[in-house]
């Protein structure tokens, strides 16, 4: 029993990476870090500010065209089928919806500035800021009664 522990004892300690961090925690330590740098991470906007410097209209034909509707929908609603994520309108800011894009988790390809610009992005995000946010459930009068 005792040269059992010391065996669990040597492995959790060997499973160390450099830094002394266990090897499992080092990337979210990384990505930790990394998020609470990014001059991003504090500076959300709300869902109800106002759309930035895009065109809304070219954004809407961007979003069809360069293939977004597939995944996440037609108004960025999201779909369970696909595994896209609700992304209208947009929670993050500018900056933060740019970065994921460039460089996104999950299943989500990323798109380089030679597949899509960053004006395009700015159109895009400016056409998923126009998209009015759903009512609330306490304001639907068939879901209280």
Do not use: W
Not at 79 to 85: E, K, P, R, S
Not at 102 to 112: F, G
Not at 114 to 122: E, F, G, H, V, Y
């Amino acid at each position: 029993m005792e040269n059992s522990l010391k065996n669990r004892a040597f492995i959790l300690s060997s499973a160390r990476n450099k830094f002394g961090v266990p090897r499992f925690l080092f990337p979210v330590a990384v990505a930790a870090v990394l998020f609470l740098m990014s001059p991003a991470s504090g500076a959300q906007q709300s869902p109800t500010g106002t759309a930035p410097a895009g065109n809304v209209q070219n954004g809407k034909k961007n979003f069809t065209a360069d293939g977004c509707y597939e995944c996440h929908g037609l108004q960025g609603q999201g779909a369970t089928q696909t595994g896209g994520a609700r992304i209208g309108p947009p929670m993050l800011s500018l900056e933060s919806f740019m970065s994921y894009v460039r460089h996104p988790a999950n299943q989500m390809p990323p798109y380089t500035s030679k597949a899509i610009s960053d004006q395009d992005l700015t159109d895009i995000y400016a056409y998923l800021k126009s998209i009015p946010l759903p009512p609330k459930g306490k304001d639907i009068p068939l879901l209280n009664k």
